[in-house]
């Protein structure tokens, strides 16, 4: 590891890659430190506990057709589907039927309207208030919702959903996402294992102490989750200004975890791939994604509050939830047939705490004022700082790359 170099760039998940790629392709000295022994951050793909790759974080080209990942698929070999998840809601007795379903699609799309009208109306306040009290469907957007954001609408401002950049493209990456990002970021130099400690920016070169040791440089670029900075995993000398610890303040860590379970046999054969939805009074925030890539098997989705408090109390009760949950949708006799099961854990992760951001009802700007550097030294880039892309490692990726832009100008 150098002991002085032009920038350091704190993380090497999809912002910190993407940002190393084009800062090296500019020219500048750099040094990447990773407090974790991988690369990939919140994309990582499991390769061992089942037969088939199995994407513990990130998982969908979202936005595909303007994702730069799917250029990068294309150009690695990564295969990919072209298509969207369709979906089938059980009400605790049986499946509704393809009407009723129908009903509740239409439903959920006039409310996400409603949310996205007001917020570029400049409304910043709950998505919840757009929940109609006598709307029969409002339990099940109340989980759809949270299941897609990571946190209650009760928690969400509009202005997250009116600006996020959705092109009706989700499609699932077969070979893996994380190992997509891995394989994309396997030529950026990364010094693993560690962390970063402190970052004393006051004097005229910016002194990063890390685990390994003390770097030098003219410029940083902090890519960490905005839960690592609210914790204060990285200390700063002197302090953030109060603009730029308002700003973190104003977006919460969202929380969305997994169960995946292989099955011994396509106990599921004859049904297209799809999200089983929960619609019963007391139903949790989760759901099911049935026989994706007409692979035999189930995977548990989690979020919000019952994902935190759930999985908090590790894998093994979360994989017994996941069970009980499984057998009301398909019956008991499908648990005989789990020759396999993995729980995700990002919400006691060390480096992350948590899945991806959330901007609070009342946050205005905060993620265009994450992304502010300071007095042209202190950089940051991440899901949280993209107003258009959060909660996306193709959000990451543009961060990183639009970072280092503004980095080249201010270091030139």
Not at 52 to 64: E, I, M, N, S, V
Not at 284 to 299: E, S, Y
Not at 368 to 396: W, Y
Request: aromatic share 10%; glycine share 10%; with cysteine.
């Amino acid at each position: 590891m150098q002991s002085s170099c032009d920038l350091v760039i704190i993380g090497a998940g999809a912002a910190g890659l993407a940002a190393a790629k084009a800062a090296t392709a500019a020219g500048l000295n750099i040094e990447v430190v990773e407090a974790a022994g991988r690369i990939g951050g919140r994309g990582l793909t499991d390769t061992s506990s089942f037969p088939a790759p199995f994407d513990l974080g990130c998982q969908w080209l979202h936005a595909a057709t303007i994702n730069p990942y799917t250029k990068i698929a294309d150009r690695l070999g990564f295969r990919y589907r072209r298509s969207n998840f369709n979906y089938r809601i059980h009400d605790g007795t049986w499946w509704l039927n393809d009407q009723l379903v129908h009903e509740f699609s239409a439903d959920l799309g006039n409310f996400y309207d409603r949310v996205a009208t007001a917020g570029q109306a400049g409304e910043d306040v709950p998505a919840a208030n757009f929940i109609t009290a006598d709307d029969p469907w409002g339990a099940l957007i109340r989980r759809a919702y949270t299941g897609y954001m990571a946190a209650a609408p009760e928690t969400v401002s509009t202005y997250d959903t009116a600006r996020f950049r959705f092109t009706e493209e989700d499609w699932p990456v077969e070979d893996g996402y994380g190992a997509l990002i891995q394989r994309d970021g396997e030529d950026v130099e990364v010094n693993l294992d560690c962390p970063v400690k402190s970052i004393d920016w006051g004097e005229k070169e910016i002194m990063v102490g890390t685990a390994k040791g003390m770097i030098f440089c003219r410029a940083v670029l902090v890519t960490v989750s905005v839960a690592v900075l609210q914790a204060e995993r990285i200390k700063f000398f002197p302090l953030l200004p109060d603009w730029k610890l308002g700003a973190i303040g104003r977006i919460q860590m969202g929380q969305a975890e997994k169960v995946g379970f292989w099955l011994k046999r396509d106990v599921l054969a004859g049904l297209d791939p799809h999200f089983a939805m929960m619609n019963w009074e007391g139903a949790p925030t989760a759901g099911f994604l049935m026989r994706p890539f007409d692979r035999p098997m189930a995977t548990m989705f989690a979020s919000g509050d019952f994902a935190r408090d759930l999985f908090a109390q590790g894998s093994d009760a979360a994989i017994a939830e996941a069970k009980s949950l499984l057998a009301k949708l398909c019956g008991a006799d499908i648990l005989k047939e789990i020759s396999a099961a993995k729980a995700t854990s990002w919400v006691t992760d060390p480096f992350h705490l948590g899945a991806y951001s959330v901007l609070s009802p009342g946050g205005g700007e905060a993620r265009t004022e994450l992304a502010q550097p300071i007095d042209n030294r202190l950089f940051f880039a991440g899901e949280a700082t993209s107003p258009d892309g959060f909660s996306t490692a193709h959000g990451a990726y543009n961060s990183g790359v639009t970072a280092i832009e503004a980095i080249k100008q201010a270091l030139a």
